[in-house]
């Protein structure tokens, strides 16, 4: 059964830093490609970052070239989104996903986890 557990929301002042973390069981994170997301209220899901499983390559969104970055620790299974330099605008609630071929291309989420930035 895949799982993916994400962390490491909260509250930030505008300007300021968080990572989110993105732990998964059931399938290792690196053999598939993977994603986080985030959801503003009243807004559809957007997609901040894809991470390819071919050969490791990003694209991150407009929005948050530069400032964000990720990582992956494939001891743990996991993969990290930081963010720096947050602004309103990145507050939402922000979920992991990947994507795991088994005869299907089948995706599986996290259960989200808040970012708020706030002065």
């Known amino acids: 059964q895949v799982q993916l557990v994400e962390s490491g929301g909260g509250l930030v002042q505008p300007g300021g830093s968080l990572r989110l973390s993105c732990v998964a069981s059931g399938v290792p994170l690196s053999r598939w490609p993977a994603n986080w997301y985030r959801q503003a209220p009243g807004k559809e899901r957007e997609l901040v970052v894809h991470v390819g499983y071919t050969d490791d390559s990003t694209t991150f969104a407009d929005s948050v070239k530069g400032r964000f970055t990720i990582s992956r620790d494939n001891d743990k299974n996991a993969m990290y989104l930081q963010m720096n330099s947050l602004k309103s605008e990145d507050t939402a609630v922000y979920f992991c996903?990947?994507?795991?071929?088994?005869?299907?291309?089948?995706?599986?989420w996290g259960q989200g986890t808040q970012v708020t930035v706030s002065s």
């Open positions: 996903s990947v994507k795991v071929f088994a005869a299907k291309w089948n995706d599986y």
